[in-house]
């Protein structure tokens, strides 16, 4: 006859399940607490939103009072004339200017794409490709993108074309970086794992090592696309007729300061907002990892 539980050790274990449930649910509610017990300081959108206030309030005292200490703002447009200037740039017409950016981005950037993760993928699996062809794009990466306008419009048939190619320039060299570095960045065990149980080598190729690199690539990504506009300028300079890095350019070249300052922050907040849905996608391929509760 089996012998029956002690009635104290049963009692023993019903205490510890109750106070390892509480804790958990404690936990939960420090972790995640739900808005309506939180001060206002602990909720991130209003300190987000703070961020950007006082951002824009203390330019705005700087460009008011023309603080001149070291950094002169005598000239440097408030953020009331940048708005002024953005609401007379959006009454004429300004969608040919956002469609010509977008496009030059976008264009560059998914070629960047398609050749950065591509010859990473080969350069970091292949040792011999490596030798080949990883010097002379090293040679070539520190090169800014203002240095490649006198060879893009002695290369390609037209402006449109160079401009792309210097958006892929600012876009390829840090996706096929981080592809390089996230497939050499393979953890060598489950490489071994996956020799022993008799994993063929496309099987390996495709189920461990393009799984490992992927957060690496993501960061190529994310970090291209604001490249990309990062260069926005650089490339229409060379003869965009529409654009917003072109307005920003003639601005300066006219002297009119405030269509500067809202061209910049109009590059700055596509960008910002191209680079966090790049993330987004990209967190969707990875649905394995974990993200830290902040």
Known sequence: M??????????YKGVAYRIDYLTKQKQSLYLHPPNKFLPLWENRKFRRVLSLILFFG???ILSTINFNFFVNFRFVPSPVQVFQATIHFLSRNPWLHFKASISRVLIGY???VGLG???????GWFQKIEDL???????LRPIPAVSWIPLAILMFPNAETGMIYITFVGAFFPILISTIRGVEGTDPLLLRVGQSLGAKQHHIF?????????????????IGMGNS????????ILAGRYGVGYVTWESYVTSHYPPIVMGMLMIGFMGAFSAWGVDQLTRLLMPWR????K
Do not use: H, M, Y
């Open 58 to 60: 203390i330019w705005q």
């Open 290 to 293: 974990v993200q830290r509760v």
């Open 2 to 11: 089996p012998q029956s539980k002690s009635p104290l050790l049963q009692w």
């Open 110 to 112: 998914f070629v960047a």
């Open 117 to 123: 993760c591509g010859l990473g993928i080969l350069i």
């Open 229 to 236: 506009w990062f260069c926005l300028v650089t490339a229409e």
């Open 206 to 222: 495709t189920d461990i090592v393009i799984p490992g690199a992927l957060p690496s690539i993501a960061s190529g990504l994310v």
């Open 133 to 139: 062809i990883f010097i002379p794009l090293e040679i």
